[in-house]
């Protein structure tokens, strides 16, 4: 939070903007629809809470500040998801992935196309942004590897089994649906946002 704040003064000392990247832990997972901007945020990790509290931080230093909430991001640089699993398909027969969260992968050029067109429209305030789509993890595994096979990776896996999140305990709580809805961002974006299969 304290960071937060430090850097959205030291951008407004200097006259600049500020984008703020935040995400979808802030929310609790019990929704029974997508999440919009305005959702009351109940964070149920520590992860989750000190993004919310790093938005608050941030706005109460930079109202005009620009936060961009995403979810379930993967890319060509850094370890995730993608990444995991093209080198678990290549190593193991089996594997087991979670099915019982929610939500849609976002590709980090997607993500990076919609921050610049914001930027350039200097638009401020929350938005929400993530492919489009649905999926659960086993969702997004399944595809991973269909699409490695075809693409002609190395692939060892012959089964892929999904289990609930209980049996696969992870340090910071994900929320059990992440769904972000994203009318406020499509109305300015002026594009078609990519499904997450045809970004994958």
């Not at 595809?143 to 992870?170: C, F, H, M, N």
Request: net charge neutral; glycine share 6%; charged share 25%.
């Amino acid at each position: 939070r304290e960071s937060a704040r430090a850097v959205a003064e030291g951008v407004r000392d200097s006259g600049g903007r500020l984008l703020h990247i935040s995400t979808d832990y802030i929310f609790d997972g019990r929704h029974a629809t997508a999440y919009l901007e305005t959702d009351p945020p109940n964070p149920q990790s520590v992860y989750g809470r000190t993004k919310w509290e790093g938005e608050r931080a941030v706005l109460q230093a930079l109202p005009e500040a620009l936060i961009l909430r995403t979810s379930w991001v993967y890319g060509i640089h850094g370890n995730n998801f993608v990444k995991t699993m093209l080198r678990l398909a290549a190593e193991r027969e089996q594997l087991s992935v979670v099915d019982d969260q929610i939500g849609t992968p976002s590709w980090t050029y997607d993500i990076a196309v919609a921050i610049s067109t914001l930027i350039a429209a200097e638009h401020s305030g929350t938005y929400h942004f993530t492919n489009e789509g649905v999926a659960s993890w086993y969702d997004f595994a399944s595809e991973i590897i269909s699409t490695a096979r075809e693409l002609g990776y190395p692939v060892k896996v012959k089964r892929l089994r999904p289990i609930p999140s209980s049996a696969y305990p992870t340090p910071a709580t994900r929320p059990h649906f992440s769904l972000l809805d994203k009318r406020k961002i499509r109305e300015v974006l002026g594009y078609d946002i990519p499904h997450w299969r045809e970004s994958l």
